[in-house]
């Protein structure tokens, strides 16, 4: 099982900074299944990336994701009042696991 | 496309209890179905899914429920469950089913509780 480590676990920025987030993971994540997610409060999570950098239809150019390997960024180059929320990785192989979350919180 | 849960509530430790996801909008038996938890105030965790009937239609588990949880499908009715078996304290969370593992459409949740 790929255990995937977010980091920061808290990351206090204010609206219109770039945000970098990342999501390190135990083994190579195959075929480039990896994912972000973003989770506000009573909400099921809502996919941006998917394939590593894939934007999810409707998802805001702002949103992008990077890396291979066992190294991903998700990046968001100007941050909205409405981005402010949990956001996690995940690896979506034959056994899929999560990171941790990071929270992306206003400064 | 929509994914509508039922069956949570709360529930005694060691007993069953079975959540079911019905879909629609979409062709049911084309897609894996897919079910991750939340526990309260935690992060998401992934529990289990089980491909298409083209496909053998088995089941993969996360190591925490697997033997006690077991992922069923009935494309007939476009519904997919969740057997819940030996239920823990530790199992209290919100159930979500999704199409697809990289999920673009979830249920809307359902809240199971274990306690006595």
């Known amino acids: 099982e790929s255990v995937l480590t977010q980091s920061p676990g808290t990351l206090s920025l204010s609206p219109g900074e770039r945000a970098a987030l990342s999501c390190r993971a135990s083994?190579?994540?195959?075929?480039?299944?990896l994912a972000w997610y973003q989770q506000k409060p009573g909400q099921p999570p809502r996919i941006l990336v998917y394939?590593?950098?894939t934007r999810a239809t409707g998802v805001p150019d702002r949103f992008s994701g990077s890396g291979s390997g066992t190294d991903f960024t998700l990046t968001i180059s100007r941050l909205e009042p409405e981005d402010f929320a949990v956001y996690y990785c995940?690896?979506?192989?034959?056994?899929?696991?999560f990171g941790q979350g990071t929270k992306l919180e206003i400064k | 496309v929509q994914l509508v849960q039922s069956g949570g509530g709360l529930v005694q430790p060691g007993r069953s209890l079975t959540l079911s996801c019905t879909g629609s909008?979409?062709?049911?038996?084309?897609?894996?179905m897919n079910w991750v938890r939340q526990a309260p105030g935690k992060g998401l965790e992934w529990v289990g899914f089980?491909?298409?009937?083209?496909?053998?239609?088995?089941?993969e588990y996360a190591a925490s429920v697997k033997g006690r949880f077991t992922i069923s499908r009935d494309d007939s009715k476009s519904i997919a469950y969740l057997q819940m078996n030996s239920l823990e304290t530790e199992d209290t969370a919100v159930y979500y089913c999704?199409?697809?593992?990289?999920?673009?459409?979830w249920g809307q949740g359902t809240l199971v509780t274990v306690s006595s």
């Open positions: 995940q690896q979506y192989g034959t056994s899929p696991t």
């Open positions: 394939a590593v950098s």
């Open positions: 909008g979409f062709t049911f038996g084309d897609y894996i």
């Open positions: 083994q190579t994540v195959s075929t480039n299944y």
């Open positions: 999704s199409r697809r593992v990289a999920a673009t459409f």
């Open positions: 089980i491909r298409t009937k083209a496909n053998g239609g088995t089941t």
